[in-house]
């Protein structure tokens, strides 16, 4: 339509209302969701072949298309077709080749809505002209070039912070000026600083943030207790690994006969960090604390995190208490929340609680003998808790994390795989039935809420994966669309102890959705739980927060004004959105920092020789897996006693005279032969190529396997089959050579490492 036609459908008469319109066209246009051709006529971009979404690069040069509408598939994106989009850029995407058997759908960036970067980290190169920075990010494929008078003084190969002056088009290329020389490329600290910059994570807190902090009280009110039930008298310990200094959850047993009464106490933040404050503010930028392997970028100033806010030994603090009563099966009888006040008795370790439930008892002159009997309780509770939910189709991944070991330094001295032992699992069952109580109830009184949901995967991936894991005996009965939790976690139990255990794990999760943060209620596929939320980290994760005050209005003030509702209910879609980009965020950033000092470490162990198994095969050679968790390539090139093809199908590569096999899951004995740091990479060659890899201990075997119920049905939820009709969420696609279609982490459930929940 025509300014002219809209104007008349509308009814538009006066200037002011005329003004009005074109502000809302002006900025529609710019979000791009709505397009004016050349003949000055507005339309909407699905109706004249265009997609809406933001670019996701890859370092080879091509892209795909992330469409804003769930459920929408990707775009891919050839490196000619980028047209001057980065990385991150949200853009307008025409269709030029609609999707068919075998290929993805294909289009051209036509127009670029939003820039993601202003500033770019890279390193710098001199050139007569002035010098020119490759960005760190191999995402983005544009060199930014920059005028003599915009160096800074930058020297060759100097980490520096470059501010996009004129963007890249068809016809030009990038301009920048250096504004920041972070300092030589190898310098101690610089490389951690580097991926600060590149992922543009805060670091200090404003002054008006830090003055609100500052103005806090560092110990509990005598008014502050007023409508809080007192259990300072109740026995609970926070269980924390070493190394935490924030503690934002504690715990509390009681046992009645056949019935035990389990407290779960979360630090109040919200009684302290008020909506619109600065605190808030900054709270809601940053989205989430982030916690790099050298350090931790925090949420919420340090006055909160380890001060008032913490729950700490020995001293009173303000939290809100989940009070839920068990049977001696696991199934919950009861439950109420409740603000209170809490003193912890001890701060309590993973190590020195496993060490009890290893033992089973300590000795009288141990610190842990007083808290000994509730933690044996606690502990059999746990593993009911867990047993039940497994069975009602939980998906458990067992995935083994590093844990990065420093010199005071900042260098790698040891990489090993993060212990999760029944201390870890302990707490995290009880945190998880507290996020489910909490949100059952919610939903149930039908309010606005923020939930934690994950939607169930794509069939198509899903079929992948039954196609993988066939080669290894696994058959699964029924349709890729009709597979529940409950067989996928069959498959897991079954591969427990075999050489495939970890592979298969990988594979699936590749396969899941991610979970993300929603203002509806969808469930979560992993969990099989139909209703969930986070409601445990409120110092750690800014959602957290947000249910705290929407229980606190709902429960505890009995505030459900309809035009109060009205407004959560509006804001809390953007919160949703601005929470799940900070989590991406900071998770790409921590597994970046982690990748730099796997890199470092294996950059001291050239021609070291190492027991590994292969976690990827391409065209170009098989990617193998350290019993540390670091990974790396063994190209074909270097696989010289045979030309070796790649079948995709079997997931392997086959040589062609000896007809030696090398699939997904094999153990093999490599070499490491090179390191490239600044590209996170590490190089192997197989040692004894004369011999074929060890076969599997499940070679031959065949377990079968049925589906049941589709994908999306939970056993403990009837809201899927009450007809209402859920939108597809958003997978954010991680490439991975078994399969470069494939989705990141889910969020499994995993061990806290004192990070945010991986739920």
Request: glycine share 8%; proline share 6%; hydrophobic share 40%.
């Amino acid at each position: 339509m025509r300014r002219a036609e809209i104007e008349a459908a509308l009814g538009i008469q006066t200037p002011e209302a005329a003004e009005r319109l074109s502000d809302l066209l002006r900025r529609l246009e710019a979000e791009g969701k709505i397009v004016r051709t050349r003949a000055g006529r507005y339309g909407l971009p699905e109706m004249m072949n265009l997609v809406r979404g933001t670019i996701e690069g890859h370092r080879k040069g091509f892209a795909f298309l992330i469409p804003d509408t769930p459920g929408e598939p990707d775009v891919y994106i050839h490196p000619g077709d980028l047209n001057g989009a980065w990385h991150g850029d949200r853009v307008l995407v025409r269709i030029n080749r609609p999707a068919e058997e075998g290929r993805r759908m294909e289009g051209e960036v036509v127009r670029i809505l939003a820039r993601a970067k202003k500033e770019i980290v890279g390193t710098f190169h001199k050139t007569p002209g002035g010098g020119a920075v490759v960005p760190d990010d191999r995402r983005i494929g544009d060199v930014i070039f920059v005028l003599p008078d915009g160096t800074l003084s930058a020297r060759q190969g100097d980490k520096v912070v470059v501010r996009i002056e004129r963007y890249p088009t068809e016809d030009v290329t990038a301009l920048g000026r250096v504004v920041e020389i972070l300092g030589a490329e190898g310098e101690p600290g610089v490389d951690i600083r580097s991926i600060i910059r590149k992922y543009e994570l805060p670091e200090a807190f404003p002054d008006d943030v830090l003055a609100e902090a500052r103005a806090l009280p560092q110990a509990v009110l005598p008014e502050e207790r007023i409508g809080r039930r007192d259990l300072t008298a109740l026995m609970t310990v926070t269980i924390d690994g070493e190394e935490a200094k924030d503690f934002d959850d504690a715990v509390s047993l009681e046992v009645f006969g056949d019935r035990l009464r389990l407290y779960v106490h979360i630090a109040d933040v919200a009684h302290y960090v008020r909506e619109g404050t600065a605190l808030d503010r900054e709270a809601y930028r940053r989205g989430t604390s982030i916690y790099l392997v050298d350090r931790v970028i925090p949420m919420l100033p340090p006055e909160l995190s380890n001060g008032i806010a913490s729950l700490n030994p020995g001293v009173d603090r303000l939290a809100i208490t989940c009070e839920m009563t068990f049977d001696r099966t696991g199934r919950r009888l009861d439950y109420v929340f409740y603000p209170s006040v809490i003193r912890s008795d001890a701060r309590l370790t993973y190590t020195d609680v496993n060490r009890l439930l290893r033992e089973g008892a300590v000795p009288p002159d141990d610190p842990l003998h007083p808290f000994a009997p509730m933690l044996l309780e606690m502990a059999a509770l746990s593993e009911r808790l867990r047993a039940r939910r497994i069975e009602r189709g939980a998906l458990d991944f067992d995935l083994e994390e590093p844990h990065i070991v420093l010199d005071d330094r900042g260098r790698p001295i040891d990489v090993r795989p993060r212990e999760r032992d029944k201390a870890e699992m302990l707490i995290e069952d009880f945190m998880l039935a507290a996020n489910e109580t909490v949100a059952e109830h919610i939903a149930f009184r039908d309010l606005p809420f923020l939930y934690r949901i994950h939607e169930p995967p794509d069939p198509e991936k899903i079929q992948a994966f039954l196609a993988f894991i066939s080669a290894f005996g696994y058959i699964v009965r029924g349709a890729p669309g009709r597979v529940q939790p409950r067989a996928l976690q069959a498959i897991l139990n079954e591969s427990r102890g075999e050489p495939e255990e970890a592979i298969i794990a990988q594979v699936l999760l590749r396969s899941m959705q991610q979970a993300r943060y929603a203002a509806t209620n969808e469930g979560h596929f992993g969990l099989a739980a139909e209703y969930y939320t986070h409601f445990t980290s409120p110092i750690r994760r800014y959602p957290d927060l947000v249910v705290h005050r929407l229980i606190r209005r709902y429960e505890f003030d009995r505030d459900l004004d309809p035009t109060a509702l009205a407004a959560i209910r509006e804001a809390l879609p953007d919160i949703a959105e601005q929470s799940s980009i900070r989590e991406r965020v900071a998770m790409e950033a921590e597994r970046e920092t982690d990748a730099l000092k796997m890199a470092e470490y294996m950059a001291g162990r050239i021609g070291d020789e190492f027991d590994a198994v292969i976690s990827g095969v391409t065209s170009f050679g098989l990617f193998v897996r350290l019993p540390n968790t670091i990974e790396g390539l063994v190209h074909v090139s270097t696989m010289g006693d045979d030309y070796y093809h790649f079948h995709e199908r079997q997931y392997a590569l086959i040589g062609e005279h000896t007809g030696k096999t090398y699939r997904l899951g094999d153990p093999v004995r490599v070499r490491c032969v090179g390191v490239n740091i600044a590209e996170r990479t590490v190089d192997f060659v197989l040692v004894e190529e004369g011999t074929a890899p060890a076969r599997r201990r499940s070679e031959g075997r065949v377990k079968v396997i049925r589906a049941a119920r589709p994908v999306g049905d939970q056993a403990a939820g009837s809201a899927r089959e009450k007809g209402s009709k859920k939108k597809r969420g958003r997978s954010r696609a991680k490439k991975h050579p078994s399969n470069p279609d494939a989705a990141p982490p889910a969020s499994p459930g995993g061990g806290r490492r004192k990070k945010r929940s991986k739920r």
